[in-house]
Structures are given as C-alpha cells and as structure tokens.
C-alpha cells in the first residue's frame, strides 16, 4: 500500500481545473432501487495487486458490457501503476455510457481532483489529510464525493466531513485481508439518510442478499465481475 501511495503523491499535478454537470449517483441508486434492481456499481479493474492476471480487454467494450447487464453505475480505476487504470479510459467510457460514472483512485489533493471529470469521485477516509476540504472540494467541482470507510471511526470521520454517500470497504488497507462482516458491524452506526455502499468481497448472489440486509442501499462489484462474462456476471448480480 506505501507504494501505490507513494506513486499516487508523486504524480504530477494537472493543468487546469475541472467542471461537471454529471450524473447523480445517488438518484441513479434510488431509481434503480424503485425499480427492484439491485443497484450494482461495476468495476472496471484492468488489474489489482489483489488479483491474479490482467483483463486486456478494452475498458470501453467491458463498460459497455456492464451496462448491458444491468449496472446502475460504473467504477473505473485512474490509478496506472498497481491497477491498469488510466484517465483516458475513463474519459472514453464516460463519453459512451449512459450511467454515471465514479473515478476510483487514490486522490489525496485537491490538485488531484482535476485529473479527469467524473460523476463521482472516491475519498478514502485512512488516505486524506483534509477530509472536509477535500468533500467541499469535489462538490465545488460538480463531483459527489463517494466517502469510503473500512470501521466506526472512520465512518464517523466521514459524517463529520459531511459525506452523504458513504463506501464501506469489506477490505482492510492495511493487510489487505476481506470480511463481509466489518459492513455489517459498521453500517448500523450510519444515519438513515446516509446512501450506503457495499464494497468489496462481494461475489455472488448470495452475497448480495446479505449486504442488502445489512443495509447496504448499493454494492460496488470488481473482481467477481471481471473475473469472467462481465455481462452475464452483472445481470446475475443486479437480479439478485
């Protein structure tokens, strides 16, 4: 983790700053939700040190594919180094598809936030020094800030800098082990107006049930879609 940290702050800055008049994830989640789908945020992860093997395929064609199966939302990795990502992807894919789109990365700056335009950014709480700069920052930009948390406390950091849309890592950072649990210990704590999302270890539709009892309002899916027919994985997923 030091050195995707590492590789993340030694990025240069852009030039520039950006301006969205994006998608709303939430609405999009609610809508999805109103219509009794699962609102499945899909990834597109070339890569992950998490992961065995890279997906070659065009970014473009699997987020196509997603799309195609279901997904309310897409998640497209910026990050080049560790994860494959690039921001030319994800500018491609937001240029195409007709749902909105999170930039997942590891953004530590404000300077960072105008790499590339999104609908969504993600801030991961343990990572940022300024949480509630950086929330008011995305904001200003046209991006809502999708606050990632992985415990209590740091939920609570995310409140507190104001996050309404609030990612709950099944993922510990640090040791990179999964548990389904820490959601549910963690959700609960979260206020009812709050838009929860699920994210990692989730691989089936059994999984989906229990996160969804835990609270969770969406599911953002990698590895198990990308492991195999990114469509038919979403549409089994978004079905459940």
Same mark, same amino acid.
Not at 39 to 62: M, N, W
Not at 74 to 91: D, R, W, Y
Not at 219 to 229: K, Q
């Given at each position: ?18 301006? +969205? ?16 789908? +699962? ?25 196509? $594919?997603? =799309? ?8 497209? *990795? ?28 590891? +953004? ?7 790499? =590339? ?11 940022? $020094? ?7 920052? #995305? ?36 040791? *990179? ?19 929860? +999302? %699920? ?8 999984? =989906? ?17 990308? %492991? ?10 978004? #079905?459940?």
């Amino acid at each position: 983790m030091r050195s995707i940290l590492r590789a993340a702050d030694e990025r240069p800055d852009p030039d520039g700053r950006v301006a +969205v008049d994006g998608q709303s994830l939430v609405t999009a989640i609610e809508t999805t939700t109103e219509a009794g789908r +699962v609102p499945i945020i899909a990834e597109v992860k070339p890569t992950s040190p998490t992961t065995d093997g890279t997906r070659t395929d065009d970014p473009l064609t699997l987020a196509r $594919e997603m =799309v195609a199966g279901g997904a309310t939302a897409l998640s497209v *990795l910026t990050e080049p180094e560790h994860f494959g990502g690039s921001t030319a992807s994800l500018e491609r894919i937001r240029e195409t598809v007709d749902v909105p789109v999170v930039r997942k990365d590891f +953004v530590r700056s404000e300077a960072q936030l105008d790499a =590339v335009a999104a609908d969504a950014v993600l801030l991961i709480v343990r990572f940022v $020094e300024d949480l509630p700069h950086l929330v008011e920052a #995305a904001r200003d930009r046209g991006m809502e800030p999708l606050v990632e948390a992985h415990s209590s406390d740091e939920l609570a950091e995310a409140l507190d800098a104001g996050a309404d849309l609030v990612g709950i890592n099944n993922r510990d950072l640090s040791r *990179l082990e999964v548990d389904l649990a820490t959601f549910e210990a963690v959700a609960p704590s979260a206020p009812d107006d709050v838009t929860l +999302v %699920a994210e990692s270890g989730i691989a089936t539709p059994d999984d =989906v049930h229990r996160m969804r009892e835990a609270g969770a309002d969406a599911l953002l899916v990698g590895s198990a879609i990308m %492991a195999g027919d990114v469509r038919e994985r979403t549409r089994e997923l978004v #079905a459940a």
